[in-house]
């Protein structure tokens, strides 16, 4: 099994935002395992963490933005904290198989360099990278998930494979760029010199637009790729040479791009939008194995396959923490549960934990529903059912084990005090197995918020949501 990696010291940069305009700092840092990758905006008043998640994503206009609201610290309208176009950053990060790292900015956008991700490998390298001991944690894709934007003729689609290869179509049908391809198959062999060095690109007839839009503030010719996409008159020429500050006016030769740049690799274009694809894909927020295989994608597209993947990630997380056959460690038997929760016969309604993550304030109980439960001799006892007010009193119960576990209550009880999205889906008989899972949501001043699904045989029976205050006895 393949250990997680971080580098062994911090490594900053400095440069220009490519649409802010901003002089930026970006700083890489070592961080601790499990914790993937976190931007960190360090100019404002206080200290504001974006983890690089697609659940953050805000904008994905001309790059992919992440955004955080936290009102009175925000940027332009006092309360959104955003990180404009971190997918060259993120992509660097991934390509070097970097499993866990702080990038801390000076303001709101990491610098552009030369509009690749090669400037953030060279330094990275140098911080080296160092394994760590905890065991990386794959998503290993169980079946194809699909995106489709028909008007923009986009095809995305991943395929369950165990190891992680990229292929890309690109087609604007503009001669000069024509219809290119490009594929990624060895991540470790094959990404810092055949695609890190990939330069974004855009058309001639995009480039006024985008000032207009108050975008490419920091942009330039060394920073971008302009392919022609029309004629190009003087007039237009002499503004971008005005807009750009550049000594001369730029050429058009035949060479179809904008002062007769030349292209790293032929089909540059093609591996940059693969190189853009492996850096929003980081936001599915684990290492992927998986067959990407896409056709025109932009970030709008790659950010939208982000998501099913992510929820495919979370849904299969859900199915192996509930699976007691596949997840046989036992966090708390049940001689523990005694020890710590309050409750006796007939009310102990927990027979084991098998997950708990005080991290992520998720826990994971089991009980066992035999025919000699005291409530079954009294309840429907032709045909037993388990009463719903008693799963939900055992999901309760797992709850508040994760408060017993993590604090001491020794004098203090636990009292619900409301219950909102309460349903019971499906009738719990003699011989089920109920496991429930259930996440701490907010704990603030003895109050406690806690969200709860019980499964049998991986189906749900129960869902609710919990509010609780802790009392002195």
């Known amino acids: ?68 609201d936290i009102p009175g610290v925000g940027d332009d309208d006092g309360k959104q904290v955003v990180v404009h176009t971190v997918e060259h950053v993120l992509a660097a990060l991934v390509g070097l ?3 866990n790292c702080i990038i801390e900015l000076s303001t709101n956008e990491p610098p552009v360099f030369d509009g690749s991700s090669r400037h953030y490998v060279d330094a990275l390298l140098e911080a080296e990278i160092v394994e760590q001991e905890i065991d990386r944690e794959y998503f290993e894709l169980s079946e194809q998930v699909g995106y489709k ?47 890190s060095s990939a330069r974004t690109f855009c058309f001639f007839t995009e480039v006024e637009n985008l000032l207009k839009q108050g975008l490419i503030k920091g942009g330039g010719l060394e920073s971008a790729v302009v392919i022609m996409d029309k004629e190009a008159e003087t007039v237009e020429l002499e503004a971008i040479q005005n807009l750009f500050k550049m000594k001369s006016v730029p050429i058009v030769d035949d060479s179809g791009i904008l002062n007769g740049t030349k292209l790293r690799y032929k089909n540059e274009p093609a591996r940059h939008k693969l190189l853009d694809l492996i850096g929003d894909l980081a936001l599915v927020g684990v290492p992927i194995k998986a067959q990407i295989l896409a056709a025109r994608p932009g970030h709008k597209s790659n950010v939208e396959l982000a998501k099913l993947l ?46 708990l993550d005080l991290k992520e304030n998720i826990i994971v109980g089991v009980k066992n529903v035999t025919v000699n439960e005291p409530f079954f001799t009294g309840h429907f006892p032709d045909k037993p059912v388990m009463p719903g007010v008693l799963i939900a009193e055992a999901m309760g119960q797992v709850g508040g084990l994760i408060v017993w576990y993590t604090q001491d209550v020794s004098q203090k009880l636990m009292y619900f005090s409301g219950f909102k999205n309460v349903k019971f889906k499906k009738p719990v008989i003699p011989g089920d197995q109920l496991v429930f899972e259930v996440q701490l949501v907010s704990q603030k001043f003895g109050m406690l918020i806690y969200k709860g699904t019980a499964y049998v045989d991986g189906e749900v029976v129960c869902e609710a949501e919990y509010y609780a205050a802790l009392v002195n006895k």
């Open 1 to 68: 099994m393949a250990k997680q990696k971080t580098i062994s010291q911090s490594i900053s940069l400095t440069g220009v935002g490519l649409h802010t305009g901003n002089t930026s700092t970006i700083m890489f840092k070592p961080a601790e395992p499990n914790t993937h990758y976190v931007f960190v905006r360090a100019d404002l008043p206080e200290r504001v963490e974006i983890p690089a998640l697609v659940d953050y994503v805000v904008d994905i206009s001309r790059g992919t933005t992440l955004g955080i």
């Open 97 to 99: 198989g970097i499993d």
């Open 149 to 195: 934007n028909n008007e923009k003729l986009v095809d995305m689609v991943a395929l369950p494979l165990n190891d992680y290869r990229l292929t890309v179509m690109v087609d604007y049908f503009i001669p000069a760029l024509g219809s290119q391809h490009s594929g990624l198959f060895n991540m470790e062999s094959e990404f810092v010199e055949e695609f």
């Open 310 to 355: 992510r929820k495919q990630y979370l849904r299969q997380k859900v199915k192996e923490r509930i699976n007691p056959q596949k997840n046989k460690k036992i966090e708390l038997d049940i001689y523990k549960i005694l020890e710590i929760i309050p409750h006796r016969f007939p009310f102990l309604l927990v027979d084991k934990i098998i997950h």
